[in-house]
């Protein structure tokens, strides 16, 4: 079974970099890393960078996972292939662009573009943003799923993560003791389907509600309080209808708990994503 060590990146395909960079820095908050021709890094914590806008297609999404040891990489690719998955060995110019020294990539059942890394940077730079907006790091990303049962095996059997709790067929992932580290909706078209980073507060949570609806960006959902994972969130629109969330306050499940914890089956019901009664204008969160 691989093991992964945490959540690493998202590269997004844009047709307006230009575009995509104001909206990364003045209104979600994070701080250009790097930049090139046809590329833009964005930083949110102490990682190199989390979140990579590039000139191309806006479908062209990708989710990046660390694992802890060049061996471990090797066997996942091993692994991987042995079970029908076609794998692609990065080559040292995509490894250079993605800041890591080796990476393998590959596609899940319903074709979500995955990249397992080994020594990712991390950056001596203090993350320092050109928007306050409270943000303590990138956190979890929605999966798009064409088989939800299908999928969710394929994450728990061979990529070794834990359900945490279900909404429907929709499984929320640990891969550590935070609640989720992967969410997968069942959709009819692969992608990710929303990106969360975290914030200090809830007061962070409702500042940006406002300043949102102030520069007219819709908000997709909430405020309101998740009751899987207990934590605050908005939800809101960004480039290419990418959505984005803010959160806080996330449920951890710790060792100690794993003896014990059991994952709870909530309805497909808007009940069931908010406890306060915020009705989501999402989607793969709608019957």
């Known amino acids: 079974m691989i093991h992964l060590h945490d959540i690493r990146y998202v590269r997004l395909g844009t047709s307006d970099l230009d575009g995509a960079v104001r909206y990364a820095t003045d209104l979600l908050g994070l701080q250009v890393a790097h930049r090139d021709a046809k590329s833009v890094y964005f930083k949110s914590d102490s990682r190199d960078h989390t979140l990579c806008y590039f000139e191309g297609d806006p479908r062209d999404h990708t989710a990046a996972f660390e694992v802890d040891t060049a061996k471990e990489l090797s066997d996942a690719a091993e692994l991987l292939e042995a079970k029908g998955y076609k794998v692609h060995q990065g ?60 999928d969710e095996k394929f994450w728990t059997e061979l990529l070794g993560a834990k359900v945490s709790d279900r909404i429907g067929d929709a499984p929320l992932l640990r891969i550590d003791e935070v609640h989720h580290k992967i969410a997968l909706f069942p959709s009819a078209y692969p992608g990710v389907q929303h990106i969360n980073h975290q914030v200090e507060s809830i007061d962070d949570v409702m500042r940006a509600y406002y300043i949102m609806r102030e520069r007219n960006i819709p908000i997709r959902f909430g405020p309101g309080r998740h009751p899987t994972s207990g934590a605050m969130f908005l939800y809101f629109a960004g480039p290419d209808d ?46």
């Open 91 to 150: 080559t040292a110019t995509e490894a250079e662009q993605r800041h890591v020294r080796e990476f393998i990539a590959f596609n899940d059942p319903s074709g979500n573009r995955i990249e397992l890394v080994y020594e990712p940077h991390h950056s001596g730079v203090r993350y320092f943003a050109p928007r306050d907006a409270g943000i303590t790091g990138f956190s979890h990303i929605g999966l798009r799923t064409l088989d939800a049962r299908r």
């Open 242 to 287: 990418m959505i984005y969330e803010y959160s806080t306050g996330v449920r951890l499940i710790t060792e100690e708990d794993e003896r014990t914890y059991r994952p709870r089956n909530f309805p497909m019901d808007p009940t069931s994503f908010c406890m306060w009664g915020s009705r989501p204008d999402i989607p793969e969160f709608r019957k």
